[in-house]
C-alpha cells in the first residue's frame, strides 16, 4: 500500500520534465487518488463482511499492481486519472483488510507489534524513493513505474497469504462471544495518514463508538446506540474535527508535491532521498507517538506534532539548501502518522459517536480538497503551495491548541496501556495505530 499509494510523489518530476505532465494535472491525479482511497475506505464501512474476505484482499493487491504497471502504457491524461482512482480504491481496501487482521489476530500478542505494523507504510515510502533513486540516472519515467509495479508485485506475494479478520462467533441468540472480533454494529473501515495519515491512517469504527473513559472503562465495541456524549465534549471533538480535517487538507499536499518542491532548488537525487528519510521516519512514528499518548496529554502531544510539521512543510519554501530539505523530510515523515494516531485516540476519548468514522471522513474530504486548493499556485512552482499548506497546518495547531488548554489536560489525560495478552488486552479497543511501544532505541530517522 506504501508503494502503490506513494511512489507517485517521487515521480512527479520525472513525468514534468519526460512525459509532458503539468502541475495542475499532476494535482488532479493527486485528487483522483485520494477521492479512490475514500471509496476504497467507504466501502469498508458500508460492507464489513468485505474486508474478511480473502479473495477481496488478492484482488486489491493485484488491481493495484497492475495500476502501477498500465501507467508508462499510456500519455492520455484520462486514462491517468482513471488508473489513480483505481489505485486509490485498491491501496485503502488492501490497508482496511490488513489492519482488520491486525486487530483480530494480534490481541494477545505485545501491544508492540501493530505499532510496528503501521509503520510498513513508511517501508512503502522509503522503498518507493530507493526505487526512482536508483532509476531515474539510468532510465525514464516509465521505468521508474514498471519497476514500481515490480516491487509491487513482490510484495503482493509477500502478502498473499495474509489472513483477513475472522467472522465472529456466535450464542444462539446471535451474540458475538467474548474474545471473537466483528458483532452487531461492528464495521471496519479505512483512515489516510501518513501518512499516511498520511498517513500516511486504516481503523476500525466501532472503535470510535468505544470511547476510553479517564477512569479505564470503555463503551462496548460498535455501541451504535450508545448514548450522546456529555456537551462538553461534544464542543470540543467539533474543534478536534475542525484540527484533524485541517490537517488532510495541508498534509496532502506536501505528501504530494514535496519532491517535486525540493528539486526546484536541489540536485535530482536530493528530492528523492528526502522522499527516502520521510519513509524511514515514518516507520516508527505510530509506535513512538502512541508510547507518548501513555505518558502525556493528547492534546499536548497533538498541539507539538502539528507544529513541528507546520515547520517541516515550510523549510524547503524558505530555503533551498540540502540540509533544509532533509530536515523538512525528518520532520514530516515523523508526524504525519503520529498526527493521525493522536487525533483518533483523542476523539476515542471524547466518547463522541461514531468518533473515528466522522474523523476519517472530514481527513479524507481534506485530502481531497488539498491539491485542488493549490492548484492556482503551482504555475509558479511547488513553493508558494508548501507555504499555505504549512499555514493550513498552523491552523490545525491553533485549532490543537484551544482543544488543549480547553480541556485543562483532564478529558485527554494519558490513558494507561492494557495489559500485553491479559483480559484488558482482549476486551480493551485501541484506535488503529495507537498500540505503544517505547521509543527509546527504536531507529528512528528523525
Given at each position: 500500500?506504501?508503494?502503490?499509494r506513494?511512489v ?7 513525468m ?7 502541475s495542475?494535472?499532476?494535482a488532479?491525479l493527486?485528487?483522483?487518488?485520494y ?22 484482499l ?8 497492475a ?12 486514462t ?18 490488513a489492519v ?5 489476530h494480534l490481541r494477545a ?12 507504510v513508511?517501508a ?5 524513493g530507493?526505487?526512482?533513486l ?27 497469504n495474509l489472513?483477513?479478520?475472522t ?21 471496519t473501515?479505512?483512515v ?9 491512517a486504516?481503523?476500525r469504527p ?9 477512569s479505564?472503562r470503555?463503551?462496548?465495541p460498535?455501541d451504535a446506540?450508545?448514548g450522546p ?18 490537517e488532510?487538507?495541508?498534509?496532502i499536499?506536501a505528501?504530494?508535491f ?8 536541489s540536485?535530482g537525487?536530493?528530492?528523492?532521498g528526502?522522499w527516502?528519510?520521510v519513509g524511514l ?7 513512538c507517538w ?14 507539538v ?6 515547520v ?11 540540509a533544509?530539505a ?8 515523523a ?6 494516531t ?6 476515542a476519548?471524547?466518547e463522541?459517536?461514531?468518533?473515528v ?5 472530514g481527513?479524507?474530504v ?20 508548501l507555504i ?13 491548541a ?7 489536560g483532564t478529558?485527554?489525560?494519558?490513558t494507561?496501556?492494557?495489559r ?11 484506535p488503529a495505530?495507537?498500540?505503544?511501544a517505547?521509543?527509546?532505541g527504536?531507529?528512528?530517522?528523525s
Amino acid at each position: 500500500m506504501g508503494v502503490g499509494r506513494f511512489v507517485y510523489t517521487p515521480i512527479i518530476p520525472l513525468m514534468h520534465a519526460q512525459a509532458g505532465l503539468t502541475s495542475g494535472t499532476g494535482a488532479h491525479l493527486a485528487t483522483a487518488n485520494y477521492v479512490g482511497y475514500l471509496a476504497g475506505a467507504l466501502t469498508g464501512i458500508l460492507a464489513p463482511a468485505a474486508v474478511r474476505s480473502p479473495a477481496l484482499l488478492r484482488a486489491a493487491l493485484v488491481v493495484l499492481t497492475a495500476s502501477l504497471a498500465a501507467m508508462p502504457l499510456t500519455h492520455s491524461t484520462t486514462t491517468w486519472l482513471l488508473l489513480r482512482l483505481v489505485a486509490g480504491a485498491a491501496s485503502a481496501l488492501v490497508f482496511v483488510i490488513a489492519v482488520s487482521s491486525l486487530h483480530s489476530h494480534l490481541r494477545a500478542h505485545p501491544a508492540h507489534l501493530p505499532g510496528w505494523a503501521f509503520g510498513g507504510v513508511g517501508a512503502g515510502i522509503a522503498l518507493s524513493g530507493l526505487l526512482v533513486l536508483a532509476v531515474r540516472p539510468i532510465a525514464d519515467w516509465r521505468a521508474a513505474w514498471w519497476s514500481a509495479a515490480a516491487l509491487g508485485a513482490v510484495l503482493t506475494l509477500a502478502a498473499w497469504n495474509l489472513r483477513p479478520e475472522t467472522a465472529p462467533r456466535r450464542n444462539a441468540a446471535g451474540a458475538s462471544l467474548p474474545g471473537t472480533t466483528g458483532g452487531p454494529g461492528q464495521r471496519t473501515a479505512g483512515v489516510a495518514v501518513p501518512g499516511a495519515r498520511e498517513a500516511t491512517a486504516a481503523v476500525r469504527p466501532d472503535l470510535g463508538t468505544a470511547a476510553v473513559r479517564a477512569s479505564g472503562r470503555a463503551r462496548g465495541p460498535g455501541d451504535a446506540h450508545a448514548g450522546p456524549a456529555p456537551r462538553g465534549n461534544r464542543r470540543w471533538f467539533g474543534v478536534l474535527f475542525a484540527s484533524y480535517t485541517l490537517e488532510g487538507v495541508g498534509y496532502i499536499v506536501a505528501g504530494t508535491f514535496l519532491v517535486a518542491a525540493i528539486e526546484q532548488g536541489s540536485p535530482g537525487w536530493i528530492g528523492s532521498g528526502a522522499w527516502v528519510l520521510v519513509g524511514l521516519a515514518a516507520v516508527p512514528s505510530s509506535a513512538c507517538w502512541a508510547w507518548l499518548g501513555r505518558r502525556y496529554s493528547r492534546a499536548d502531544l497533538l498541539l507539538v506534532a502539528l507544529a513541528v510539521q507546520a515547520v517541516g512543510i515550510a523549510l524547503p519554501a524558505l530555503t533551498g539548501s540540502v540540509a533544509a530539505a532533509l530536515v523538512s523530510a525528518a520532520l514530516f515523515g515523523a508526524t504525519f502518522i503520529g498526527v493521525s494516531t493522536l487525533a483518533l485516540a483523542a476523539g476515542a476519548q471524547l466518547e463522541f459517536p461514531r468518533s473515528v468514522a466522522l474523523l476519517t471522513a472530514g481527513y479524507s474530504v481534506g485530502q481531497i480538497l488539498g491539491p485542488l486548493a493549490v492548484t492556482p499556485l503551482l504555475h509558479h512552482g511547488y513553493h508558494q503551495a508548501l507555504i499555505l499548506a504549512s499555514l493550513v497546518v498552523l491552523a490545525a495547531a491553533a485549532a490543537a491548541a484551544a482543544l488543549r488548554f480547553g480541556t485543562a489536560g483532564t478529558v485527554l489525560a494519558p490513558t494507561p496501556a492494557p495489559r500485553a495478552g491479559g483480559a484488558d488486552a482482549a476486551q480493551a479497543p485501541v484506535p488503529a495505530a495507537s498500540a505503544a511501544a517505547p521509543c527509546a532505541g527504536t531507529p528512528s530517522a528523525s
